[in-house]
Nanobody, 123 residues
Framework: QVQLVESGGELVQAGGSLRLSCAAS????????MGWFRQAPGKEREFVSA????????YYADSVKGRFTISRDNAKNAVYLQMNSLKPEDAAVYYC????????????????WGQGTQVTVSS
């Protein structure tokens, strides 16, 4: 199976920046889509961003567009999420995901998940 490990989550003040990393190991394919989801207490897991390995197309939720940037490094088997201008509502556990069927905004369509990394934003 594919294993995903997130890192980089921490406490940051509102307006600050943070960079999350996701390292993939095990079975990997250049055609896998990679994405980021987040889940706050009492809420459903929501789509944040995604990128296609084959085409390098980028997708963002409206709530983060213009503030977050997704990127990938195929040589390192890694995907990143640069988060700028953070807001208190961005606080959540952020999950890295890999999908065999391409980019999708629905969490249930993704095949592999990391354990998550906690992002806390203080006002």
């Amino acid at each position: 199976q594919v294993q995903l490990v997130e890192s980089g989550g921490e406490l940051v003040q509102a307006g600050g920046s943070l960079r999350l990393s996701c390292a993939a190991s095990g079975r990997t394919f250049s055609s896998y889509a990679m994405g980021w989801f987040r889940q706050a207490p009492g809420k459903e897991r929501e789509f944040v961003s995604a990128v296609s390995w084959s085409v390098s197309s980028q997708y963002y939720a409206d709530s983060v567009k213009g503030r977050f940037t997704i990127s990938r490094d195929n040589a390192k088997n890694a995907v990143y999420l640069q988060m700028n201008s953070l807001k208190p509502e961005d606080a959540a556990v952020y999950y890295c995901a890999a999908g065999e069927s391409g980019v999708n905004m629905r969490a249930r369509k993704w095949d592999y998940w990391g354990q998550g990394t906690q992002v806390t934003v203080s006002s």
